[in-house]
């Protein structure tokens, strides 16, 4: 049997009938713990997300989630345990390395952080950022070859016709996914998405959610969302991880996973 890698996939052939695909582990998170002064917020959670697959975090107020995020994307620094980005293990890694990979990981929050008087295009361009030189990422000189890009960004977001205009005259819905084309003019692997519909209407949640879906199955990103609305964790997620407590109470595929296990988060 032979195994070839193909973009980002390891394939298995064989001569007779086996066929196996494993995806890339992008986020490998493991047994990472969290105290804030003598209080355990996170104990041993360990999970993973893969290339295509959308996997949602639930779990009461508290329970850990968002801090397992913040861990990841550097906001704060896990007490123990291992973090490995798109193969980097960032507790071995040099301060170069680290940046790079947590650059491969692009977040989106609840609270949108766009810059309300500058057009969406400007808005998006700004998430090319990280990758440019220094001497080229201030704001008057965004070059063609980047404004080409975030319109590229804002068409794969269903915006390209609103790129001219202030980000702060979009709706919420809108505004949302202005920030995911500006994470994706970050060139990333993974997009990690903090409660992203939180503030948003039943149709935009579904709007936003149907699109980071779009991102992980057509586009191969990894995809991981904090959210408080259970069924759409049931409608677009590959996986849930549930928390309670900072504890890891179930990482399970989206259709294995009951009501009542769903409920016993919230107890
Ligand atoms: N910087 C901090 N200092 C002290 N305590 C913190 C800090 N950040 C988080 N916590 C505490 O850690 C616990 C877990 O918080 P976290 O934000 O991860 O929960 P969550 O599951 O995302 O909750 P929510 O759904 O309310 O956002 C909470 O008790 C919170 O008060």
Redesign the pocket.
Known sequence: MSVATVAGETRADSAVTEVRIEKEVLLDVQAISKS??D?V??KDMSMQVRAGELVAFL??????????L?AVNGL?EADSGDITIAGTKLNEASSARRTEARRAAATVFQKIHLVSRRTALQNVCAGGFSRLPAWRSLPPVYGRELKEEAMACLGRVGLADRAHDRAGSLSGGQQQRVAIARALCQRPRMILA??PVSALDPKAADDVMRLLHELAVDEGLGVAA?L?QPHLARAYAHRVVG?RG?HLVFDAPTIDIDDVQLASLYL
């Open positions: 804030f002064g209080r917020v996170l779990g009461a107020n508290g329970s850990g989630k968002s801090t397992t913040r704060i903090d409660e904090v408080h928390l900072g």
